[in-house]
């Protein structure tokens, strides 16, 4: 079964922040507008898992760069140059270079990334340590003897 959900232009970009990017969605109703390329999709896998992807059509391996530091996400791309002398009659395929940067809970981790299809999707998990988990609390009866 797909879910769609549709998210104001406030929640692209943040991993992890669901619940703080809800409510700030109800006040702002996606009054601010993010870059369009590449386009890509911010998925919720489960409860602990996250995938972004993005339409790299064009791009090989070596031309995509992914780098995670300190809350941020940063995917580049820098298309070489080759295929420069081709005359095109029509030309939908940006293929430009791109910088797409996203920012991450500081408990949001990223686990892997792969290209297939021209489509370059980036593995998130989210690792909530042990202490910060909430945790259920025993209610004993009272003797009121």
Do not use: C, W
């Not at 104001?8 to 009054?31: N, Q």
């Not at 995670?68 to 002398?85: A, C, F, P, V």
């Amino acid at each position: 079964m797909n879910k769609t959900v549709e998210k104001s232009p406030l929640s692209f970009g943040a991993i992890g922040f669901d619940r703080i990017v809800d409510m700030i969605e109800r006040s702002f109703h996606g009054e601010i507008q993010g870059p369009a390329y590449p386009p890509y999709n911010i998925e919720k896998t489960d409860d602990e898992n996250y995938r972004i992807t993005l339409a790299v059509a064009g791009f090989t391996l070596d031309e995509l760069e992914i780098e995670s530091h300190e809350g941020h996400l940063e995917i580049r791309g820098t298309r070489g140059e080759g295929k420069r002398d081709v005359t095109y009659l029509h030309r939908g395929i940006a293929e430009r270079n791109f910088s797409r940067k996203f920012v991450l809970a500081e408990t949001v981790r990223v686990h892997g990334a792969g290209l297939d299809n021209g489509l370059l999707s980036i593995d998130l998990t989210l690792e909530v340590p042990e202490k910060k988990k909430p945790r259920k609390v025993n209610i004993k009866a009272v003797d009121k003897a």
